[in-house]
């Protein structure tokens, strides 16, 4: 009886809270981001941040930050599957043994990313540096 007494409390309380929370509507901002608005005018030279303009040093870095994110959950996933194997293996060893495996060489891997994800912002930064001060 106690727990239904509590069930029913935490209910109540999270329907109350909900019911309190204000949402904001994004229906006008079109006029706000106008080029007459008040809000480009206190953004002054420096913008608002709404970049439009993709160069393309932008586009190479999206695409290497999509590429290190799907390399991310890759690992993710190979992590969790070893994990999966090794509590799963029942005293077998071959199963422990192949589940070391793979948590190895995702690791490995992950490392492999990240230093050649290091090289490559280093080589960028400096070539960018080299072109833009010249």
């Known amino acids: 009886m106690i727990n ?4 029913i ?3 109540i309380l999270a329907i109350i809270l909900l019911a309190n929370s204000s949402h904001v509507l994004a229906q006008g901002l079109s006029s706000a981001f106008s080029e007459s608005s008040k ?3 206190m953004a002054g030279a420096g913008g ?6 993709t160069t393309s040093d932008i586009l190479i870095g999206t695409i290497i930050n999509a590429f290190l994110s799907v390399l991310g959950i890759i690992f993710l996933v190979l ?18 043994k192949k589940a070391k495996n793979v ?8 490392a492999i990313v990240l230093i050649s994800f290091s090289i490559s912002y280093f080589v960028i930064t400096k070539l960018g540096d080299a072109t833009l001060t010249k």
């Open 48 to 53: 608002m941040g709404y970049n439009t303009e």
């Open 4 to 7: 239904i007494k509590k069930y």
């Open 103 to 110: 948590i190895q060489a995702a690791i490995i891997g992950l």
């Open 39 to 41: 809000l480009k005018d």
């Open 9 to 11: 409390t935490i209910v």
């Open 79 to 96: 992590m969790l599957y070893g994990g999966y194997l090794w509590m799963t293996d029942r005293g077998n060893d071959d199963s422990v």
